[in-house]
């Protein structure tokens, strides 16, 4: 069983945590990965860097950009992560743009997830449909989950859809607008909060984009099956360097 799936199964309310690999510095990706661990975090998303990242705000965009000028590749993160399975238990997840999967060519990308233990990839602007006739038999002939976002505007037959061809989680995007922590949800966002809620769908929720705090977390998986944090993450590693992480995951756990 992929280890997001039995991940989804414990009785617990988990946190995600995204962070750019290559940044701050080139070789800070598995240190941090197995910082994140050790510290109580329940799935990780590892963000291959893309020189024109739409849906990032400006914490993440400029991580990215640092990490591109570090030297940060696909091939460079691949062989980074080679013997990462000999430390680290917790699911793993590539989020990055398709261009440079693409590139790489994707049932090659597919292998060499497969080969060092990458349970599934995010890939924001890979349409479903797109990835349904011509992706799905590749991802799933090398285990990988392939998780979809969904927004406020996402129409409820679309998310049916979405929900109909995902075997993992749905990231359930909290707003529209491009990533970046904010403080508290409105009433706005609890109610699409609740309506997915009520959807009852089959593959339960993860909602990312504006959490970066205990209060955010807490709101956020009252309604879901966990929450992810990324631009309050980077921002904390910018501020506070790598040595830090312990007392991030403290302060959003308790």
């Not at 280890?3 to 309310?13: A, H, W």
């Not at 946190?15 to 598995?30: C, E, H, K, Q, R």
């Not at 696909?74 to 440079?100: A, H, S």
């Amino acid at each position: 069983m992929n280890r997001i799936n039995k991940k989804l199964q414990e009785d617990k309310k988990l946190l995600s945590i995204y962070f750019t690999a290559g940044y701050p510095n080139i070789n800070d990706t598995v240190s941090i990965i197995q910082d994140l661990e050790k510290n109580g975090v329940d799935m990780i998303e590892i963000g291959l860097p893309f020189s024109d990242p739409l849906a990032d705000g400006p914490t993440i965009q400029a991580s990215s950009t640092q990490a591109l000028k570090n030297g940060m590749t696909t091939e460079v993160l691949f062989d980074q992560l080679k013997d990462i399975r000999k430390t680290v238990n917790i699911p793993l997840i590539i989020m990055g743009y398709f261009n440079p999967m693409f590139q790489y060519g994707v049932e090659a990308f597919c292998k060499k997830c497969q080969e060092i233990g990458i349970d599934g990839l995010i890939i924001p602007d890979l349409p479903v449909d797109v990835y349904h006739e011509q992706y799905q038999a590749i991802f799933e002939q090398y285990g990988l989950i392939n998780v979809f976002l969904i927004t406020p505007q996402t129409s409820n037959e679309r998310i049916r859809y979405i929900d109909s061809i995902s075997n993992g989680f749905i990231y359930m995007v909290s707003s529209a607008s491009t990533t970046g922590s904010q403080s508290g949800f409105g009433d706005e966002q609890t109610k699409y909060f609740k309506r997915i809620a009520d959807m009852k769908l089959n593959n339960p929720q993860i909602i990312g984009f504006g959490i970066s705090d205990n209060e955010t977390f807490t709101q956020a998986t009252q309604y879901a099956k966990g929450a992810i944090i990324g631009s309050a993450f980077v921002k904390h590693v910018t501020n506070n360097g790598v040595k830090t992480i312990e007392a991030f995951t403290e302060s959003i756990l308790n």
